[in-house]
Structure formats: C-alpha cells, structure tokens
C-alpha cells in the first residue's frame, strides 16, 4: 500500500497556507492514487513537460518523481507575464512491503504520468489447506 502521509509535504502546504502561494514559484506534483484489483495506480498532472526530461527511481520503497518545465518563451525574449511554474518538480512516494517495486509501469499521456505498482505475489490472498481429524481436507480462504 501507498503510506498516506508525508510530513515534509505538509509542512510545504502549511507554510504555502500560512505564507500565501505564489503563483510565479513552482507547485505542487497534484496525484491520485488508488487500488484496481491487483495493482496500484498513481496519476500525476504534469502538464506541459517533456516526456525526456521525467525521472523515476525507486530506492528501499521510496519512488522519487522528478520532472522539468522549461520556459517556452526563447532565449532574450522579453516576457509580458509568467504565471505558469516552470522548474524542477518533484515528489515522493513511500511504498508499502506489499507493492512489487520491481515491477513497475510508467506511462505520460496528455500531460499525466500513471504508473501501474503491482501488488507482490506474498501480499496476495491465498487458500490454506487444513488437513486433519476424520473428514479430510477443507480449504478455508485467508
């Protein structure tokens, strides 16, 4: 499962509350993320951004997302006015036991990047077989 809370995020958007947001500096990675049978799915907004300049790495589950807007105005050019974020974003996932970490599937379509974490086979609800007393064996679901 995907832990919930990240205590350095919350604290940017404390601060953002507290300070006011400014819409010039670069914001927030917006995700969903949620559970579709076997396999978790994360969608980020990452409008704008090339697709080569997205990073992914998982490192003792913790999954980094990096990802770059450059400014589309040409070198010189004199800019009338800058509101969307351009810069480095990034963000942090921290991946429960249960996710197959090695498995993971990337894609960036229409400005969102979805990443497909599949649920580990050991996570996975199995059948136990119970043998014993005179009746054979039963199965029950665990």
């Known amino acids: 499962m995907l832990m919930r809370t990240d205590p350095f995020r919350e604290l940017d958007r404390l601060a953002q509350q507290v300070l006011g947001a400014n819409a010039a500096s ?3 990675m917006p995700m969903d993320a949620y559970r579709s049978g076997d396999e978790f799915l994360v969608h980020f907004d990452l409008p704008g951004i090339d697709p080569e300049t997205i ?3 998982v490192e003792r589950n913790v999954l980094n997302v990096r990802a ?3 400014s589309p105005a ?3 050019a004199e800019m009338l006015v800058a509101e969307r974020p351009t810069g480095t974003f990034t963000r942090q996932l921290f991946l429960g036991d249960t996710l197959d970490t090695d498995r993971v599937d990337a894609s960036y379509d229409a400005g969102v990047l979805t ?3 599949p649920v580990a086979e050991q996570a ?3 059948r136990i077989q119970i043998t014993g ?3 054979g064996r ?3 679901s665990g």
């Open 133 to 135: 007393g005179g009746s």
């Open 115 to 117: 990443l497909r974490i």
């Open 138 to 140: 039963r199965q029950i």
């Open 26 to 28: 670069p914001a927030v």
């Open 55 to 57: 990073e992914l790495d």
């Open 124 to 126: 996975k609800p199995r």
């Open 68 to 70: 770059e807007r450059r």
């Open 74 to 76: 040409p070198e010189g």
